[in-house]
């Protein structure tokens, strides 16, 4: 992924914080995907009075992407309106992996600068869909 890609990622992510749905936490977040043919997805969080049933913004991407027929990610971006960038939940780590296990992840702060991590160092030694079957 070359600087012009990550730039766009970060630019789709910061600007995915303005649709998060977040009137109970009030903490807004923006995700967003880069596919194996360079289209990128976004996604925002989207809660709920009853608080359990929120969807993080990464989740968001990821269904709707794979809901469209992609299912191939090369990275990810992901922003929110904090003063100190947010890191992905260990749930959205988990569910990232599914669909990109070597997915490079752009945590990005309020300014648009960014930490990339692997997800190998976000999830190490993560169950994957392998597991269901090398048993
Ligand atoms: N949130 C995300 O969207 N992504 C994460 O990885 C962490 C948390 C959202 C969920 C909830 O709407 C708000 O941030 C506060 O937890």
């Known amino acids: 992924m070359d600087a012009q890609a990550q730039a766009a990622l970060v630019t789709a992510a910061m600007s995915a914080v ?5 009137p109970y936490s ?3 977040v923006g995700a967003a995907l880069l596919d194996d043919a360079g289209r990128i997805h976004t996604g925002s969080n989207v809660e709920s009075a009853s608080y359990g049933l929120t969807v993080c913004a990464e989740r968001t991407a990821l269904v ?3 809901a469209q027929g992609v299912r191939r990610f090369v990275a990810v ?5 904090r003063k100190q960038a947010l890191m992905p939940c260990g749930a959205c780590r988990q569910f990232l992996s599914e669909f990109g296990p070597a997915m490079r992840v752009l945590v990005v702060g309020p300014k648009g600068e960014y930490t990339e991590y692997g997800m190998d160092h976000l999830l ?6 392998d597991d269901l079957t090398n048993v």
């Open 124 to 129: 190490p030694s993560a169950f994957c869909p």
């Open 77 to 81: 971006a992901v922003a929110s309106d």
């Open 64 to 66: 709707s992407a794979v």
């Open 26 to 28: 009030g903490v807004h």
């Open 18 to 22: 303005g649709r998060a749905y977040a």
